[in-house]
T-cell receptor
Framework: AQTVTQSQPEMSVQEAETVTLSCTYD???????LFWYKQPPSRQMILVIR??????QNATENRFSVNFQKAAKSFSLKISDSQLGDAAMYFC??????????FGQGTRLTINP | NAGVTQTPKFQVLKTGQSMTLQCAQD?????MSWYRQDPGMGLRLIHY???????DQGEVPNGYNVSRSTTEDFPLRLLSAAPSQTSVYFC???????????FGDGTRLSIL
């Protein structure tokens, strides 16, 4: 079964600095999708960024970018110029085909002013 | 455009009671799913559906039942509530399984 591991239960960063959240996954498939979701205290699940495994180029969305290393099965999220509104739980997730979306355990990110 | 609507937002049940958590989406999405979120854990898939009339089990299906009679609705039934089912429940939908999922606001369920 596919598994997703986030090894950092908590991270903190100074406002305006850069932070990287780690995610590794286990799969024998070659075609799949990876996501980062953000969950602020409001409990909403908000899509941050998406990466298709067949694309070598790393996805970018404004201040958010990923470092996708397919051979290493690693999918880290970099947040540049951190803002107070970035404080949240961040979840890495994997899906292959129309199958089951598998989430990591989450990383709680704190932004220090 | 309401997106994914979950009702109720909060519910308290007694052990042994049954209830249905409602989920509706107005985006004509084929894929719908139910997750539970427990403290210190990520979201775990309970059941999912790839279209009307088709459902399948996720990671933690025991104690839950689903049906998908229409594209729009995907209710989750607790057959006989147990304290271990105390959790926050999320419904989600997407156009296809590998597309980003749209989540409802969640239902906080407490079983006494």
């Amino acid at each position: 079964a596919q598994t997703v591991t986030q090894s950092q239960p908590e991270m903190s960063v100074q406002e305006a600095e850069t932070v990287t959240l780690s995610c590794t996954y286990d799969t024998s498939e070659s075609d799949y999708y990876l996501f980062w979701y953000k969950q602020p205290p409001s409990r909403q699940m908000i899509l941050v960024i998406r990466q298709e495994a067949y694309k070598q180029q790393n996805a970018t969305e404004n201040r958010f970018s990923v470092n996708f290393q397919k051979a290493a099965k690693s999918f880290s999220l970099k947040i540049s110029d951190s803002q107070l509104g970035d404080a949240a739980m961040y979840f890495c997730a994997y899906i292959q085909g129309a199958q089951k979306l598998v989430f990591g355990q989450g990383t709680r990110l704190t932004i220090n002013p | 455009n309401a997106g994914v609507t979950q009702t109720p937002k909060f519910q308290v049940l007694k052990t042994g009671q049954s209830m249905t958590l409602q989920c509706a989406q107005d985006m004509n999405h084929e894929y719908m799913s139910w997750y539970r979120q427990d403290p210190g854990m990520g979201l775990r898939l309970i059941h999912y559906s790839v279209g009307a009339g088709i459902t399948d089990q996720g990671e933690v299906p025991n104690g839950y039942n689903v049906s998908r009679s229409t594209t729009e609705d995907f209710p989750l039934r607790l057959l006989s509530a147990a304290p271990s089912q105390t959790s926050v429940y999320f419904c989600a939908s997407s156009r296809r399984g590998n597309q980003p999922q749209h989540f409802g606001d969640g239902t906080r369920l407490s079983i006494l």
